[in-house]
């Protein structure tokens, strides 16, 4: 370090080179833990030319003082590299371990704490934020559904799904805020027409026929959905670098399960009946959604988000035989299609009721895999191997419980992964009759 920040190519007349026999070079070698170049010579001033080999050996010695004061330092010089023959101070930085402080410091100041956990750094704590967090749970949502009564509204009118994106950060200031949409937004940008029926949830003309997959079509996300990009711009603006702002999408078998059942369903036969009498069909369909998907999700990064969720959330639905066919290699193309064009973006996958799926879904591409309430937390991270990262997972129910249920089950996670590569969270979305002050027990535990 010494050599590289303070460099003397060859020595001037009436300056002597120092050698390894040198005491004063024995100990800025020792020092530096760098070996001794006679080329190039440990000098901390530039000299001028008539100096005298006293002066160039006592500004040494005190630079030796100094960095035997000061066992790990760094150093900064602040003369120009043009020689001028002037003497130039210089300065000491501070010590490795207030550098690394300040490093640290500034990476807060520059990156929201949610973003750094997601990326592997090393956090002051676990960040936290809630699926579903933006919703029916909060009397404010409640009160905007009076005014605009249908989702898509509430989901494609970008000021009212902004509004709705912040209002759980307002009121728990959690540590990611969340793009208020559906995992089924993107589906017209394919000619794939769907509602959201206030009680049955997603409706969809079934998709069970060849003619009717033929239809579907590639999508321009901005084209179909510049309301997404809309909010999440605005969601950079509004939360600055106080939290992270998460986009997300549904992957390729979770959204076929929609547009093959034509709605939620408990079982899934129309699909697993798909997969086993025409798995080609599906094959199309899968691609198709995988496509436009992976362009999707890169859309959203380019309009502001941070760290990309990915939901199959009925994939745990299936066999190992069938998972391995039908879900995860359109998990890996989704992935790697968002990795090929966002390297460092942060990917996060969820399944609901995962826990015999968890080493398959470490080979999805993902850097975190968010981990329902059906396993424990270091069970799944023992699993999952120490490479990739966890996120949950604290059973929704237990939000309806008393505050010192809630706060000694949400400790007992944290306990578990030492706040390590671990994004606080559900394991699944929050239930609709939480209430409020109890959410906000789980952030503030």
Same mark, same amino acid.
């Given at each position: 370090?010494?050599?590289?920040?303070?460099?003397?190519?060859?020595?001037?007349?009436?300056?002597?080179?120092?050698?390894?026999?040198?005491?004063?070079?024995?100990?800025?070698?020792?020092?530096?833990?760098?070996?001794?170049?006679?080329?190039?010579?440990?000098?901390?001033?530039?000299?001028?030319?008539?100096?005298?080999?006293?002066?160039?050996?006592?500004?040494?010695?005190?630079?030796?003082?100094?960095?035997?004061?000061?066992?790990?330092?760094?150093?900064?010089?602040?003369?120009?590299?043009?020689?001028?023959?002037?003497?130039?101070? @210089?300065?000491?930085?501070?010590?490795?371990?207030?550098? %690394? /402080?300040?490093?640290?410091? &500034? =990476?807060?100041?520059? *990156?929201?704490?949610?973003?750094?956990?997601?990326?592997?750094?090393?956090?002051?704590?676990?960040?936290?934020?809630?699926?579903?967090?933006?919703?029916?749970?909060?009397?404010?949502?409640?009160?905007?559904?009076?005014?605009?009564?249908?989702?898509?509204?509430?989901?494609?009118?970008?000021?009212?799904?902004?509004?709705?994106?912040?209002?759980?950060?307002?009121?728990?200031?959690?540590?990611?805020?969340?793009?208020?949409?559906?995992?089924?937004?993107?589906?017209?940008?394919?000619?794939?027409?769907?509602?959201?029926?206030?009680?049955?949830?997603?409706?969809?003309?079934?998709?069970?026929?060849?003619?009717? @997959?033929?239809?579907?079509?590639?999508?321009?996300?901005? %084209? /179909?959905?510049?309301?997404? &990009? =809309?909010?999440?711009? *605005?969601?950079?603006?509004?939360?600055?670098?106080?939290?992270?702002?998460?986009?997300?999408?549904?992957?390729?078998?979770?959204?076929?399960?929609?547009?093959?059942?034509?709605?939620?369903?408990?079982?899934?036969?129309?699909?697993?009946?798909?997969?086993?009498?025409?798995?080609?069909?599906?094959?199309?369909?899968?691609?198709?959604?995988?496509?436009?998907?992976?362009?999707?999700?890169?859309?959203?990064?380019?309009?502001?988000?941070?760290?990309?969720?990915?939901?199959?959330?009925?994939?745990?639905?299936?066999?190992?035989?069938?998972?391995?066919?039908?879900?995860?290699?359109?998990?890996?193309?989704?992935?790697?299609?968002?990795?090929?064009?966002?390297?460092?973006?942060?990917?996060?996958?969820?399944?609901?009721?995962?826990?015999?799926?968890?080493?398959?879904?470490?080979?999805?591409?993902?850097?975190?895999?968010?981990?329902?309430?059906?396993?424990?937390?270091?069970?799944?991270?023992?699993?999952?191997?120490?490479?990739?990262?966890?996120?949950?997972?604290?059973?929704?129910?237990?939000?309806?419980?008393?505050?010192?249920?809630?706060?000694?089950?949400?400790?007992?996670?944290?306990?578990?992964?030492?706040?390590?590569?671990?994004?606080?969270?559900?394991?699944?979305?929050?239930?609709?009759?939480?209430?409020?002050?109890?959410?906000?027990?789980?952030?503030?535990?």
């Amino acid at each position: 370090r010494l050599q590289k920040v303070c460099r003397y190519s060859a020595p001037q007349s009436g300056v002597e080179g120092a050698s390894t026999a040198d005491p004063i070079a024995r100990i800025v070698n020792r020092r530096t833990h760098l070996p001794f170049d006679p080329s190039t010579q440990a000098v901390i001033t530039e000299v001028n030319p008539s100096s005298s080999t006293m002066m160039m050996r006592q500004a040494v010695l005190a630079l030796c003082l100094m960095l035997t004061a000061s066992p790990a330092s760094g150093f900064s010089r602040s003369f120009s590299p043009k020689r001028t023959g002037l003497h130039r101070p @210089v300065t000491m930085s501070a010590t490795a371990a207030e550098a %690394e /402080a300040a490093t640290a410091a &500034g =990476s807060s100041e520059k *990156d929201p704490l949610l973003l750094r956990a997601a990326r592997g750094e090393k956090v002051e704590r676990s960040p936290v934020w809630m699926m579903r967090q933006a919703g029916r749970h909060m009397q404010v949502y409640r009160d905007l559904c009076a005014k605009y009564p249908t989702f898509r509204e509430r989901s494609e009118i970008p000021e009212v799904s902004l509004e709705i994106s912040l209002q759980p950060w307002r009121a728990y200031k959690t540590d990611g805020v969340i793009l208020f949409s559906d995992i089924l937004t993107p589906l017209p940008g394919m000619n794939v027409e769907f509602d959201i029926d206030e009680r049955r949830g997603p409706v969809v003309e079934p998709y069970r026929t060849q003619e009717r @997959v033929d239809t579907m079509t590639k999508m321009d996300p901005e %084209e /179909a959905c510049p309301f997404v &990009g =809309s909010v999440l711009r *605005d969601l950079r603006k509004e939360v600055g670098n106080e939290a992270t702002v998460l986009g997300f999408v549904g992957l390729p078998y979770t959204l076929a399960t929609y547009l093959v059942e034509g709605q939620t369903s408990r079982e899934y036969l129309e699909i697993k009946k798909m997969g086993l009498s025409d798995p080609k069909l599906l094959h199309q369909m899968l691609q198709t959604l995988c496509d436009n998907i992976g362009e999707y999700a890169c859309y959203q990064i380019d309009n502001g988000a941070q760290v990309i969720q990915v939901f199959d959330s009925w994939a745990g639905h299936l066999s190992p035989r069938d998972y391995d066919e039908f879900a995860l290699p359109y998990q890996k193309q989704v992935i790697a299609k968002i990795k090929s064009k966002h390297p460092d973006v942060p990917v996060i996958i969820y399944i609901k009721q995962s826990g015999a799926l968890l080493e398959r879904m470490a080979q999805s591409g993902a850097d975190i895999v968010s981990v329902d309430w059906t396993v424990s937390m270091d069970e799944a991270m023992r699993r999952l191997g120490p490479n990739i990262g966890v996120q949950g997972n604290l059973d929704p129910a237990v939000l309806m419980g008393p505050h010192d249920q809630i706060k000694e089950r949400t400790e007992e996670i944290l306990k578990m992964t030492g706040g390590k590569n671990h994004v606080m969270n559900l394991g699944h979305g929050i239930e609709a009759k939480t209430p409020e002050p109890n959410a906000k027990c789980e952030r503030g535990s």
